[in-house]
């Protein structure tokens, strides 16, 4: 079953302590998309400006994106400057230029309401609320947020959670929006918020995943070379839900895999600059990390 995949296509500029890239293609619903792409069809909502590369459109239509809610638009795609130093944890933000971005509404193509399955990228929470709105009896909804929305839009956030199955924080976000410390109590805050699931995202130390009665936690996979985190969330994110999407059934047993997966993609994501190496990602070398994976966490 497809994906719906809700939020920023942009052009990047990165610099980190390895190098630097000037506007390769990125954005938080590019990441999600690519990375679910590797096991179900995602459908891409987003907007992008008439200076978008056609070669960008073609690499996410080779890798099986649905482009048909991907709207074009008179004027300048998002721009998004960022560096990194050597805690490659924080990033720094050192321009954004919204162009079309800051006048996107998304509206879903026709049939596109049925999708089963949703992620509400990293917008603003009014934005989340009208696709949400949009939907017709969906499996599972899930969303992200970020600081900015926490401190400028708390009220309709939380009226976003209450509409959500999953949320996705990383953890100094999800302590923001509790005001808990200890991360059980800031899982446990954001289930009485509303969702049934809660994803805190740890970066290089993992993740945790929570229900109201049980918990899940995946240490970070090692990773020899880092060169750019950019969309590591997004793609952990993607890859997680993607997964879910092609069960029969959501269990506690199959969110814990999706979980792996989502960690699997976000680890080859930051092995290269920009989309470079989450684009050629495969079933296959997903499967072979998780397997990896396995012998990293076994200590018998």
Known sequence: MSLLVVGSVALDSIRTPLGAVDQVLGGSATYASLAAGVYTTPRLVAVVGDDFPARHRRLLARRGVDLAGCVQAPGRTFRWQGRYGYDLNVAETLGVQLNVFQHFAPRLPDGWSATPHAFLGNIDPELQLRVRRQLARPR???CDSMNFWIA?????????????????????????LTGESHLGRVAQALIRCGPTLAVIKKGEHGALLASRDAYFTLP?????DVHDPTGAGDSFAGGMLGYLARQRRLTWEGVKQGVIRGSAIASLTIEAFGTDRLAAATRPLVERRVAAYRRLCRWT
């Not at 309709?156 to 976000?173: C, G, P, S, T």
């Not at 970070?220 to 020899?224: N, W």
């Open 220 to 224: 970070g996979f090692v990773v020899d």
């Open 140 to 142: 599972l909804v899930a």
């Open 152 to 176: 400028g839009k708390r009220r309709q956030l939380l009226r976003v959670l209450k509409a959500v199955d999953l949320i996705f924080l990383n953890d100094a976000e999800a302590r923001q």
